[in-house]
């Protein structure tokens, strides 16, 4: 379970014989870095994982196949859609980009929306803890997670070469194929991947709702031990293809490739009591009511165009110039009984121009300029958010510069980001009010937005220090500004998917004739403000590998969703404690269709914790490795941000012996009571895992044969950070099997 590992993007799997134990990360490059660092040479925390390790942790989802490294965790909406959670932060404070140019989906606004970047026929994926905005955007000051593959041809081939895999999953019948193909003539270069995956509902130990579990438990031990259930909508049906090509020479690169992605999965916890069946009892002359559940799938779409240009060996001031390009089109509808009840698109075009400069007083680096619009819409009966134009432009510059054993590295980032919301959604909204409202009330209900505009600066200064051969230690501060996504200033409307009503920092509630209100604030929400330090100390020899990062983050202005105690019925609001029970009985409400109400709220936090692990060979055959995380986040009142992930602990023993490798891992999870005011505590689990690899050399192909087992002990955990933990466990246990072969 080495997270360590590291392969570089431009290093083809033909190239290399397979190894079972990849640690050398010396000279291994992360390409989410314009200045060619590797992970050693950071200042701030990197974990790149490809190879062996990114295959046997392959999952459905981003959130799920990048759990295991230190620091992240995921938000798990079930199996089906669970984005990474870099050190408690997540949604628009992480970025999730592919090849460097952004996933481009809904998955920042929503967690039971999935991320449409698709790990299987990636290369390698490359984490970023810490603000990383200097590259990628001001939103990024939890992190960045950057998908590579291998879509946009980086070198000039002679012949084929590829990979091909399929792999089957016992908890939920899955089968995945894939398959990655390169070649070229010449100059010219060529690749195609495709993806194929389907799986049944998930199997889990026991009940899904915790409430049930909790009545199985008075039940006979032995019966309930051995009951097992399924994770009702948790099942997926998706698939996937791209085409790239290139002109490559010594001197000039250009690229250019086409992804489509579909996938039809089902969201966990996303149903609908709305259909009354009346059952007359003919002895008793009374009628029942019954009602049906109708489960929610999203269907999803998306068409992505990537590509790039690089003019290398320049002479004058640059040494080379390169342009990224990226133009994505996405849309998933949520369908119920077979009708579209909410879409949601996002039309993105992102353009990054950047230079290299020679040396300058033994300066080297990079000056750029980064241009983003985002085109978002919802439309539906749960759009809860309206339909807004986000636009961004920013110069970039990334200087370092080595003083005998002192590698420094300062960066800067200005931005200017501007949202344009579409006020017919807040228009539809009051016309809603007045049709339960006299004309006294329908007063003030007038909502307009003006276009929100933000300047964001950001900078980090970071040092490496080579103390030798084997060891070294890293300082970075980082000041970053993050603009408040559209989402956090403007929704408002039930998101069913969290099971919340959403209302956006731009309004207020407020209290008069006896209701509350919802109003258009006057000020605008203030950017967030992050001080964030990161101490860094690595060890490495051939032997053993080692690091521990400690990190503290100062955060004002942090944006969370605040439960305001508050219920939303029919468009009224009233007070969660029974306050508004009379009006609700009067309007003939009941309480089954009442949402929470969760505004966007700003207090400052602080952010802090730790990630250690440690790799170590102990004998010729056997190694062990280790690491723990912890996080926190507090605001300033003293209470606690919500969904924050607990301390962990994790261990794998590991055995290799001529063409076999086998390894069985253990990871403890905390329990969790350092929670908000409206979570509830989520009990501690610990996890057992095992898996056997074995590989075959052919005179076509080497071969890899693996099998997996995950929660062995059939252990029922629910994960804190996720919105349904209490209806959605992680999946039992599970048998994975693999092939893949590599020519």
């Known amino acids: 379970m080495s997270v360590i590992t590291v392969i570089s993007g431009n290093v083809h799997a033909a190239d290399k014989e397979i190894q079972k134990d990849e640690h050398d990360i010396e000279t291994l490059l992360i390409t989410a870095s314009p200045l060619k660092r590797t ?22 989802t981003l959130g ?7 620091g992240v965790n995921s938000s798990y909406f079930g ?22 140019l952004d996933a481009s989906d809904a998955s920042r606004v929503g967690p039971d929306h999935t991320v449409s970047t698709e790990s299987s026929t990636a ?29 946009l041809p980086q070198q000039a081939l002679d012949g084929l070469q590829g990979k091909m895999g399929v792999t089957y999953d016992s908890v939920s019948n899955e089968n995945t194929y894939t398959t990655d193909l390169n070649g070229g003539v010449g100059a010219f270069a060529w690749h195609f991947d495709a993806f194929s995956r389907k799986t049944d509902n998930y199997k889990i130990p026991g009940e899904a709702s915790i409430e049930e579990h909790e009545e199985d438990e008075h039940e006979d031990e032995e019966e309930h031990e051995e009951s097992s259930g399924y994770l009702e909508n948790s099942a997926i ?16 690169r250009l690229a250019l490739s086409y992804g489509r992605l579909e996938s039809d999965y089902g969201i966990p916890g996303h149903a609908h009591h709305h259909e009354e069946d009346h059952v007359e009892d003919e002895e008793e002359g009374h009628e029942e009511t019954e009602h049906e559940e109708e489960s929610i799938y999203a269907s999803l779409e998306q068409n992505r165009v990537q590509s790039v240009a690089e003019w290398l060996n320049l002479s004058g001031p640059f040494s080379a110039v390169h342009w990224q390009n990226g133009y994505t089109d996405y849309q998933h509808s949520e369908i119920e009984g077979g009708v579209v009840g909410t879409t949601f698109t996002n039309k993105t075009l992102e353009s990054r121009l950047w230079a290299e400069h020679k040396p300058l007083s033994g300066w080297k680096g990079v000056v750029g300029l980064h241009y983003n619009n985002i085109e978002f819409a919802a439309e539906g009966d749960e ?85 030798n051969d084997n060891q070294s230690f890293a300082f970075n501060y980082a000041f970053s500004e993050r603009a408040p996504s559209a989402s956090e200033i403007f929704a408002n409307g039930p998101h069913i998917g ?41 060890y490495h020899n051939n032997y053993l590998t080692s690091s521990i990062s400690v990190f503290y983050n100062q955060v004002d202005n942090y944006v969370f969703q605040q439960d305001t105690g ?137 071969i890899s044969i693996f099998v997996k087992g995950d929660n062995l002990t059939n252990q029922e955990a629910r994960v804190h950070s996720s919105f349904i933990k209490d209806v959605a466990p992680l999946p039992g246990r599970s048998i994975k099997i693999g092939l893949r072969a590599t020519f």
Not at 239 to 252: C, E, K, S
Not at 502 to 529: I, P
């Open 237 to 252: 049906d998706a698939q996937g293809f791209t085409l790239g090509t290139g002109w490559i020479t010594d001197d000039f």
């Open 64 to 70: 799920e196949t990048l759990k295991n490294i230190p």
């Open 79 to 100: 199996p089906v859609s669970s984005s990474p959670i870099i050190r408690g932060l997540d949604g628009p404070r992480i970025k999730v980009v592919q090849n460097g």
């Open 498 to 538: 969290t099971g919340t009503y959403e209302v956006g920092g731009g309004f207020a509630l407020h209290y008069e004739e006896d209701e509350y209100v919802l109003e258009r604030t006057e000020a605008n929400m203030d950017k967030e403000q992050s001080n964030n330090i990161d101490l860094t100390y690595r």
């Open 383 to 467: 759009a809860f958010t309206p339909s807004t134009d986000s636009k961004s432009l920013a110069l970039f510059v990334l200087e370092e510069k080595k003083v005998g054993n002192l590698l420094w590295q300062l960066g800067m980032r200005v931005e200017n980001i501007s949202h344009l919301p579409d006020n017919s959604f807040f228009a539809t909204l009051e016309h809603e009010d007045e049709e339960h409202e006299d004309d006294d009330h329908a007063e003030g209900h007038d909502i307009d937005f003006e276009q929100q505009n933000y300047t964001a600066f950001s900078a980090s200064a970071g040092v490496v220090w080579t103390l």
């Open 566 to 702: 508050l219920v939303v019925s029919d468009g009224h609001f009233h007070a969660h404690d029974g306050e508004g029970d009379e009006h609700e009985e009067e309007l003939g409400h009941g309480h089954e269709d009442e949402l929470p109400v969760y505004l966007f709220a700003q207090q400052d936090a602080k952010l802090y914790g730790f990630e250690a692990e440690v790799d170590w060979h102990f004998a010729d055959n056997w190694r062990i490795d280790t690491f723990a995380d912890y996080s926190r986040v507090k605001l300033d009142d003293g209470s606690n941000a919500p969904r924050i992930p607990p301390m962990r602990v994790s261990s794998s023993l590991h055995f290799e012996y001529d063409d076999w490798h086998a390894e069985a891992g253990i990871t403890h999870y905390s329990k969790q009571d350092k929670i908000a005011a409206d979570e509830t505590n989520t009990a501690g689990y610990t996890l057992v895992s095992a898996s056997v690899n074995y590989y075959l050399p052919t005179d076509f192909a080497d």
């Open 123 to 151: 290369t390698q994926i490359e984490v970023l803890r810490g603000p990383a905005t200097l590259l990628y955007g001001s939103g990024a000051i939890g992190g960045v997670v950057n998908v590579v593959d291998n879509r």
């Open 39 to 60: 992970v050693l040479e950071s200042s701030t925390p990197v974990t790149v994982i490809s190879g062996e390790q990114l295959d046997q942790n392959q999952a459905a």
